[in-house]
């Protein structure tokens, strides 16, 4: 974060605040929901993508949403041995089964307990309280978590008809053209 913006929140005297990347949103993402893992590497995309807060661009994909800030992160994660993928029978299909290790839920936990009391910092300039930004991401694995691809296209599709662009307003790198091609 610009040394301004340090400056500037520390002003406000609005106490201790930490800036949220990726990375920290995937750990939280996960740990929320009492730790249960994430059915499909295409929950985790469709989670956050959703998320108005996450500062990524979207990736081309053909059906749902794809984040390679997302891939890289988990990747990353997968490598420290905080996170784990396995392919697992879920509900009658087979899903890419992501969970948190003992590592990972440890320094999950420890992030939680940092920014749940905390203010947040997030695409370099929204402060949310931590407590609010956790809520919300578990708000959204809950409604998403299990799904199938085609379950999770068929509520983009809702989403994008009844929200229209309001569903696209932070997606860094689409051009008015392309909103309306996802619109479309």
């Known amino acids: 974060m610009d040394e301004w913006k340090v400056e ?3 002003q406000t005297n609005l106490g201790q605040f930490y800036e949220l990347g990726v990375r920290e949103l ?3 993402l ?3 929901d009492g730790g249960s893992p ?3 590497e295409e929950v985790l995309h469709m989670c956050l993508f959703l998320y108005p807060y996450i500062d990524a661009s979207l990736s081309p994909s053909l059906l749902l949403p794809r984040i390679s800030e997302i891939e890289k992160a988990v990747e990353a994660l997968e490598a420290e041995g905080l996170v784990e993928r396995r392919l697992e029978l879920v509900q009658g299909r087979y899903a890419d089964v992501i969970r948190l290790t003992e590592q990972g839920v ?5 992030l939680y307990r940092q920014v749940q009391g ?7 300039v929204a402060v949310r309280r931590g407590a609010d930004v956790v809520g919300e991401l578990e708000a959204l694995k809950k409604t998403y978590n299990r799904r199938s691809a085609f379950e999770l296209l068929r509520l983009l ?3 994008l008809e009844s929200e229209g662009e309001n569903v696209l307003w932070h997606v860094r ?3 008015e053209k392309s909103k309306q091609n996802i619109l479309s």
């Not at 905390?118 to 370099?124: E, K």
């Open 8 to 10: 500037v929140l520390k």
């Open 26 to 28: 995937v750990l939280l």
């Open 30 to 32: 996960l740990l929320s």
């Open 38 to 40: 994430v059915a499909g």
């Open 106 to 110: 440890a320094a999950a936990k420890k």
């Open 118 to 124: 905390s203010w947040v910092v997030l695409r370099g």
């Open 157 to 159: 599709v809702s989403k």
């Open 173 to 175: 790198g689409l051009d």
